[in-house]
């Protein structure tokens, strides 16, 4: 390599702030772009995990008190119509609708086994989308990131080239720079990609136990329902 030529890449500042400065501007846009899908996708993950730690938390205490042998009616005159907790909401809808069943002379409305297990599963579907929303943009993050950056890489490639053919120089410290200012897009694509990709999985399998348990205590309760229906 030619002195002159090693002296000129020496002082080419490679820092990641020097590269997006010496970017194009679709390039800035496309690496910007990546940086606000992973500063949200992060934003959905933390938010995740404090709402199914909280939403596991709750089950297990509704659940001690569920079995804990207090009367039903007793355990839905402490939570109330309008409980917080998901396990709660699931029971006390299950239980509004028996009570409604009843008619005032104490006999059952035909088709109450019916009306609970649909106001249970109501509740559960409510239920199920809030533990869903955000994941859906995980999801697009993963699997899009890193063609946004590989596009802006190509874009960043394509005015390389387009400034060697104008300074009709192919040394090292003509190429590097700009190689270099592309390369940082895909690198960006990556890092939004890949953590949304990892944790979407974690946190729909994460979902789906939390749901599932959901619906293992609406069957439960039913049954119990339906053997009190049937006396």
Do not use: C
Request: hydrophobic share 50%; aromatic share 10%.
């Amino acid at each position: 390599m030619e002195p002159n030529t090693l002296a000129m890449a020496q002082e080419i500042d490679f820092s990641m702030l020097a590269l997006f400065a010496r970017a194009t501007l679709t390039v800035k846009i496309v690496m910007l772009m990546l940086m606000v899908m992973s500063f949200w996708s992060w934003a959905i993950i933390i938010q995740k995990h404090i709402l199914l730690r909280k939403a596991r938390g709750e089950a297990g205490i509704f659940d001690r008190a569920f079995w804990s042998g207090e009367p039903l009616d007793e355990l839905y005159e402490k939570i109330g119509p309008d409980p917080q907790g998901q396990s709660e909401k699931i029971f006390a809808a299950g239980m509004l609708e028996w009570r409604r069943s009843h008619k005032q002379d104490g006999g059952l409305i035909a088709g109450a086994q019916s009306r609970i297990d649909r106001a249970m599963n109501v509740a559960i579907a409510r239920e199920s989308e809030v533990l869903n929303r955000g994941l859906s943009f995980l999801a697009t993050t993963g699997s899009t990131a890193t063609f946004i950056g590989l596009f802006g890489t190509v874009w960043g490639i394509k005015h390389s080239f387009e400034q060697i053919a104008i300074s009709q120089n192919t040394s090292l410290a003509v190429v590097a720079p700009g190689i270099a200012e592309a390369l940082l897009a895909t690198g960006v694509g990556l890092v939004a990609a890949i953590p949304a990709a990892v944790f979407y999985n974690k946190l729909s399998a994460d979902n789906d136990r939390v749901i599932g348990g959901y619906e293992s205590f609406a069957d439960e309760f039913a049954t119990i329902l339906s053997r009190q229906l049937d006396s």
